[in-house]
């Protein structure tokens, strides 16, 4: 059983490309990777990013309800319909709260 890699093409870039990330999460529901906080290495942000694989392009979406405080260093995964984000940090702040995203409001 061999597993083979490839760099897909970038997309050409947008005002909703999010750039570099460190110390996000990304979790695939269907055929989407949702990219959540994370930041550049000094700020922390609280962005939602998703990337449509069948299209391989990025797409842009708005939530509705609060949303996490800006973070790095959290948990996420997609279970049961939606996004589930646990912890992080931010500066000297470090995080216990769940928060959820739900799919099917899309």
């Known amino acids: 059983n061999d597993l083979l890699w490839e760099q897909i ?3 050409p870039e ?3 490309d999010p750039g570099p990330l460190v110390s996000h999460t990304a979790v ?3 055929n989407k990777i949702f ?3 994370g930041g550049d290495g000094v700020v922390a942000n609280n962005a939602l990013h998703v990337f449509d694989c069948k299209n391989r392009c990025w797409e842009s979406y ?3 309800g609060a949303a996490p405080a800006p973070r790095l260093g959290h ?3 997609a279970m ?3 996004m589930w984000v646990f912890g992080g940090f931010h500066r000297n702040i470090y995080f216990s709260d769940i928060h ?3 799919f099917s409001k899309q």
Do not use: Y
């Open 80 to 82: 049961m319909g939606c």
């Open 35 to 37: 990219v959540f906080a």
């Open 62 to 64: 708005t939530t509705q």
């Open 75 to 77: 948990s996420a995964s």
């Open 28 to 30: 695939i529901w269907q």
């Open 14 to 16: 947008s005002d909703i």
């Open 9 to 11: 093409e970038k997309p």
């Open 100 to 102: 959820h995203l739900d």
